[in-house]
C-alpha cells in the first residue's frame, strides 16, 4: 500500500486528489495540510510514501516544506512531489534543489496523478518534459548561473555522458533508448550506472547535475 499525505492550502483540490486516490486499492491518503507546517508533521508523524506538495501555502511555502521533509535523516522514505500552476510559478529549479523527486501541474489527468505517485514511491523520479522545458529556459535566463562542471563527471564513460544529457532533457528510459537504439533495459542499466558513479539519490538530481554541469543548454535536444 502507498501512502500519501496532501498538502495544499485550498480544501477543493485536496478533495480532489482525495477521490482519485482513493479509487485505487494500491493508494491510500493518510492525511491532510493546509500549509508547509503542518505538512511536515504530518510528514513526521505518518512516514507516508509520497508527500503531493503546493508550493504556494501559508505559514510555510511548499519549497521550505520540502526542503526540510527531504534533508532530514529520519524521513529518508519520504518522497515528495510538487504541484505546481506551472504557468504562474517560477520555481521548478528551487523544488529540484529543495529535493523534490517529481513535478505535477494541478490540472494534470488522473491517470498521470496516479502513475506519478507509483513511480515516486518506488524510488523513481518523475519531471514531464513540459516542465524540463520551463527549467531547461529558467536556468539559462539567469545571469549568476554558470556552469559547474563537476569532476564527478570524469568517472562517466563517453555513452554514460550521452544518456545524463538526454536525462537532463526530460527524456524518459524509452526514449533514450530508442534515440540511441539500445534495449530499455540497457537504457535503464546506463542510467542506474550513472546514479551509482555520480552518488545522486535520484533521477531528479541527475537533471540539477546536467544543468549546473552545462550539459544541457536550450535548443540542446533539437
Known sequence: MIRVVLADDQTLVRAGFRSILSDEEDLQVVGEAGDGERAIALAREL???????????????????????????????????????????????GALRAGASGFLVKDTEPMELLHAVRVVARG??????????????????????????????????EREREVLGLVGAGLSNDEIAGRLVLSPATAKTHVSRIMTKLAVRDRAQLVILAYESGMITPGWLA
Open 124 to 157: 523513481d523520479a518523475l519531471i514531464a518534459p513540459a516542465v524540463t522545458r520551463r527549467l531547461i529556459a529558467e536556468f539559462a535566463g539567469r545571469a549568476d548561473r554558470r556552469p559547474d562542471p563537476s569532476p564527478r563527471l570524469n568517472a562517466l564513460t
Open 47 to 93: 512516514r507516508p510514501d509520497v508527500v503531493l506538495m503546493d508550493i504556494r501555502m501559508p505559514v510555510l511555502d511548499g519549497l521550505e516544506a520540502t526542503r526540510r521533509i527531504t534533508s532530514d535523516e529520519r524521513l529518508e522514505g519520504v518522497r515528495v512531489v510538487i504541484l505546481t500552476t506551472f504557468d504562474a510559478d517560477d520555481h521548478v529549479y
